[in-house]
């Protein structure tokens, strides 16, 4: 509330809590501040459950940063960035930033960058009794402390861009604080974004380091028989083929080689069950792991038998961890998508997954036995992801199965439209 005072008065213009608000015990606050600051899953993330020295206990660079956010978490001013790769911790030293405000009673509010611009684009038609773009707008420029969670994933359209780009500068003008996360380096970001979360006058940047490559997988595809299926025992020209047949192993064979020494967008292989689809998929997760990177490889329909199993209501962290590491990998490896039943539940979970990576420009490999068709029928948002040509590549072997041959063959699947 704010009150009517004189023009030279100190507390003119400001707002001061009401009575009900100064009546409130301090476990009501506390729980007010919390659904106030959007952290969902993310509450249990706080210092004091944390290892100063990150998983293995040893991490310097871990340690500096939550030396630095635990300080700022004290005395919030300026800016404060966390640069690091997936996984090295960023989202969780934000999060407990927030927790620590709320535990001073002290409001913050936490917001992932694609979700509030997808807040912010609903705001536009907001109904009645809903917050519109101007109000959430406001709420967001004038947060005590706000945190922007992964900043380098907006979308990039120009409506976006600009959007988030007004937000960052109406706080750096007022110099408010704000925690920004950032999985790519500051360079990589637009230049005038860059340009105010590097400012050292008002911001500073503390970088993460990589965690350990690691494999991860749901459904069966173990290390041991993932490391069998290396590009070198692929057989890129097996006999009895039809020439057409022949030359769309071998052209995938190739794609699959260039995308492994350069994984960017999405990789999706089309073709019906023992073309070799997993074979290369898998070959490339090797290359990834033998450069040091991570790699979660999932069979589809395990992946939400997996995630409907971990998620129980009061405990929800088996799912969140489970989702994030998913979604987060290094390579992602989506096999055998359609096989799964086309639940309404499913199908939002993969949108979910395959929105985010690529909103952040993750790279992630699929293979389907179903026709481009057939996905645009059945999951016409996943189909429009990563079938977009500015996003990815499509591949189709139009080979039968190596073992049992043409007869156990559906009709082919057919090539994407361009």
């Known amino acids: 509330m704010t009150r009517r005072l004189p023009l030279g008065d100190p507390r003119f213009g400001k707002a001061e809590p009401c009575a009900c608000i100064l009546r409130e015990s301090e476990a009501a606050r506390r729980a007010r501040l919390e659904r106030l600051a959007n952290l969902g899953s993310l509450v249990r993330f706080r210092f004091e459950t944390m290892l100063p020295g990150g998983p293995a206990g040893d991490d310097p660079a871990f340690r500096a940063a939550w030396e630095a956010a635990r300080a700022y978490a004290a005395e919030p001013s300026g800016w404060l960035v966390f640069v690091g790769p997936s996984g090295s911790g ?37 109904e009645e009794g809903e917050l519109g773009y101007t109000d959430l707008f406001e709420q967001l420029r004038n947060a005590p402390l706000l945190v922007l969670d992964d900043i380098d994933a907006a979308a990039g359209t120009p409506w976006a861009r600009e959007k988030l780009f007004q937000l960052v500068n109406a706080r750096y003008l007022a110099e408010r604080p704000t925690v920004f996360t950032s999985g790519s380096d500051l360079d990589a970001l637009e230049q005038r974004l860059a340009t105010r979360l590097g400012n050292p006058q008002l911001s500073r940047v503390v970088r993460l380091g990589a965690r350990a490559a690691a494999y991860r997988q749901v459904g069966g ?109 290094g390579l992602l490896v989506l096999d055998d998508l359609g096989a799964h039943v086309s ?41 429009a992801r990563i079938f977009d040509p500015h996003a990815g590549t499509a591949v189709v072997i139009l080979a039968p199965h190596y073992r049992l041959g043409r007869a156990a063959a559906p009709p082919p699947v057919r090539r994407p439209r361009r």
């Open 221 to 329: 595809m173990t290390l041991e028989r993932l490391r069998t299926m290396q590009f070198r025992t692929f057989d890129a020209r097996p006999g009895g083929l039809r020439p057409e047949e022949r030359e769309t192993v071998e052209a995938a064979f190739r794609a699959a080689l260039a995308y492994a020494d350069a994984p960017q967008g999405w990789f999706v292989l089309q073709g019906t069950n023992g073309c070799g689809k997993t074979h290369l998929a898998a070959a490339i997760a090797n290359r990834v792991l033998d450069r040091g990177g991570d790699v979660f490889f999932a069979v589809v329909p395990d992946l939400l038998d997996h995630l409907r199993s971990s998620f129980a209501p009061g405990n929800e962290s088996a799912y969140d961890e489970l989702f994030e590491q998913v979604r987060s990998a």
């Open 343 to 383: 639940s309404p539940w499913a199908q939002e979970k993969l949108y979910q997954l395959v929105n985010y990576r690529t909103v952040a420009a993750l790279p992630a490999v699929v293979t389907t036995d179903l026709s481009f068709e057939a996905l645009q029928a059945t999951h016409p948002r996943i189909a």
């Open 90 to 126: 960023k989202t969780h030293l934000a999060a407990a930033i927030v927790n620590e405000r709320i535990r001073l009673g002290q409001p913050a509010l936490f917001m992932v960058v694609p979700d509030l611009l997808d807040h912010l684009r609903a705001s536009y038609s907001a």
